[in-house]
């Protein structure tokens, strides 16, 4: 067994490129000699390893990149230009292009995945590297206390696939009140037996189009090991508390607990649309280039109000600008989306006027800006429960590796809906969501690290959980009422974006955090939660122990220091019709005053879809792919 394990530490080394001190390797030679076979077999094993690794990473997965021929030859014109190719405009750009006489232009500001990204379990790893757009926001009173600097941190993917290539891959469409209150604010065609329609035509496929078209690849993650003990406990706790279990989030989500959550995955590998959609058919068609490393920077301006191109920096080096015959989609994200339009002189007109942009229609671009926000609870074991695998054990990386299985192919994906105000009711629309039940080894002290919590909270928090395993969990508010926005620093295009996130700023919002809370604290008093002697965490803040412990107040304390970012921002580009003032995009997604230009992302959304956003993302790509091939046949 010793030999096993030591030939998978080896091939753990090779697959991550680590390298071995050639001192070490003389102290590790083995004293045993052998004949051959034995090295051969090995020798064997690590290139079964090394292939598959190359085979998970080889560059054919991803879109060729035409920046190449861009330096060399002058660009033609196009009669769609998509910025971004995330979630949402790969699945546009692939539906456009599925129409050979429409010549499709994609400018992505990163380029291919690592292979982290593909491996779900190590995704997490690409946090503040070059695959990111590392934000922060603007500091707050009411949220983030906790954080390095006391900034709420905004990442996004900055890859093909943006950030489908990095999230948690959990696809829900949300509730059918979400969508059908769109349509109650003037959004014709967003309803949601609308919705359910597109959802089932994009994971519809016709055999003899089985390489030839985009699709949506859904599946169940593989289960983690040893999670059935807490899966168990976790269900006979909130079945005390009378809630039942979910079999189907696809009809919408409801009050209830389930683990059948359908995500972007497929053999235990990471199905982003920048695979599944874009990727898939950009080798076999001669009318859809992608630019990769491609900043935007401008959209320009015919004297009647028409976009007409759109001006990028390639490789942080060149400068092109591509004419446009038809019109510009903006699938650049909820950040990403607004400060273009703004830095092309879309927006608030006071607020161009001060960082000196001129003006071509004044518009409230990017407000509105909103997301569910997380509240991580931590509670610690008074009795053992079964630990899962880790995800960077020997044996993890083994079963990944050579078979796509095992705990860096996995997910735990137990997750509650319930209404904080009404408990006992379950047919009442949930305001609340509980994500995240995840076992931390003693020692281990949970996100709190990884999510970039203050060194000295971290250390305070460890002294008082080393000795203990924990279950944390994480609260998200399907309904948040607190809004903020995204603005421009200067008028430079390269300048960072200036956010404004204002979680916490509604009362609603902070009420219903601390109903979270006390329902944790339900939990606690059930019979399943008390046969482990579980126990709520007193995280050690300074400020918030100078109040009575728990007390409204103190919660109210912690609220402003831990209520953080859960990476679901919607909303700066609110859909609406031309009557509502504070609306950017029609219900056809064109932006209200100017021709030529839409936005195709989350930032449409004028309120949030309840639960994880990527799976609504994709459809309102879907959707509006639609509406350009139906205006443009």
């Not at 903020?484 to 700023?505: C, E, F, H, K, Q």
């Amino acid at each position: 067994m010793r030999n096993i394990c030591a030939i998978i530490i080896c091939c753990a080394l090779v697959v991550f490129g680590a390298t071995i001190n050639k001192n070490a390797a003389e102290t590790d030679k083995c004293a045993t000699e052998t004949v051959g076979v034995t090295d051969g077999l090995i020798s064997n094993l690590f290139s079964t390893i090394n292939a598959a690794k190359c085979e998970l990473s080889k560059p054919e997965l991803w879109p060729k990149d035409y920046g190449k021929v861009a330096l060399t030859t002058q660009l033609d014109a196009y009669d769609f230009v998509i910025v971004g190719a995330g979630s949402a405009g790969s699945v546009v750009a692939s539906r456009l292009s599925d129409n050979p006489k429409l010549n499709v232009l994609v400018l992505e500001a990163g380029g291919d995945p690592p292979l982290e990204a593909e491996i779900i379990g190590l995704s997490s790893t690409l946090h503040r590297t070059k695959y990111f757009w590392t934000d922060y926001a603007e500091r707050n009173q009411n949220c983030c206390q906790a954080m390095k600097d006391e900034k709420c941190y905004w990442p996004r993917g900055k890859m093909i696939g943006g950030t489908g290539e990095v999230n948690g891959n959990i696809f829900l469409l949300g509730h059918p009140n979400n969508f059908d209150r769109w349509v109650l604010s003037g959004n014709d065609g967003w309803s949601w037996q609308e919705i359910q329609k597109i959802y089932k035509r994009a994971i519809k496929q016709m055999p003899n189009q089985l390489n030839s078209q985009g699709r949506l690849i859904l599946n169940n993650f593989d289960p983690l090991e040893n999670y059935d003990e807490l899966t168990e406990m976790i269900f006979n706790a909130t079945n005390e508390l009378g809630f039942p279990q979910i079999n189907n989030t696809i009809d919408g989500i409801k009050i209830g607990y389930t683990q059948n959550i359908l995500a972007t995955v497929d053999n235990g590998l990471r199905m982003s649309t920048g695979k599944t959609y874009l990727a898939k058919v950009e080798r076999i068609r001669t009318n859809l280039h992608v630019i990769k490393n491609a900043l935007a920077t401008k959209i320009h301006f015919s004297g009647q109000g028409k976009a007409t191109a759109v001006e990028f920096i390639l490789q942080d080096t060149y400068k092109f600008r591509v004419k446009v015959n038809k019109e510009i989609i903006l699938s650049a994200g909820v950040i990403n989306t607004p400060k273009l339009l703004l830095q092309s002189g879309i927006g608030p007109h006071a607020h161009l006027q001060k960082v000196g942009v001129p003006l071509i229609k004044d518009l409230k671009v990017g407000q509105n800006l909103h997301d569910h926000g997380m509240l991580p609870l931590m509670l610690k074991f008074g009795q053992d429960i079964a630990l899962p695998i880790k995800p960077t054990d020997m044996q993890s990386i083994f079963d990944f590796f050579t078979q796509q299985k095992g705990a860096l192919a996995a997910s735990y994906t137990l997750m509650g809906f319930i209404n904080s105000k009404n408990f006992s009711s379950l047919n009442t629309e949930p305001n609340l969501h509980l994500v995240s039940h995840t076992l931390k080894a003693k020692g281990d002290p949970g996100s709190f690290s990884f999510l970039g919590i203050k060194d000295e909270l971290v250390q305070l928090f460890e002294l008082q959980t080393q000795n203990f395993t924990l279950l944390q969990i994480m609260g998200s508010l399907l309904l948040p009422k607190s809004r903020g926005s995204v603005m421009l620093r200067t008028s430079d295009p390269t300048a960072p974006p200036l956010i404004i996130n204002n979680y916490g700023n509604h009362t609603e919002d902070r009420v219903t955090l601390l109903q979270y809370v006390r329902y944790v604290q339900k939990l606690v008093e059930t019979k399943s939660f008390r046969k482990y002697d579980l126990e709520l965490v007193h995280v050690p803040i300074p400020e918030c122990d100078r109040i009575a412990y728990d007390t409204d107040e103190y919660w109210y304390c912690y609220v402003k220091y831990f209520f953080i970012s859960s990476w679901h921002g919607v909303g700066t580009c609110k859909m609406g019709p031309i009557k509502d003032t504070t609306a950017v995009v029609d219900a056809r997604l064109r932006v209200h005053g100017v021709k030529g230009i839409r936005v195709i992302d989350a930032s449409i959304m004028p309120d949030i879809s309840s639960g994880n956003t990527n799976g609504a993302t994709i459809i309102i790509a879907e959707k509006g792919a639609q509406m350009l091939q139906e205006d443009w046949s």
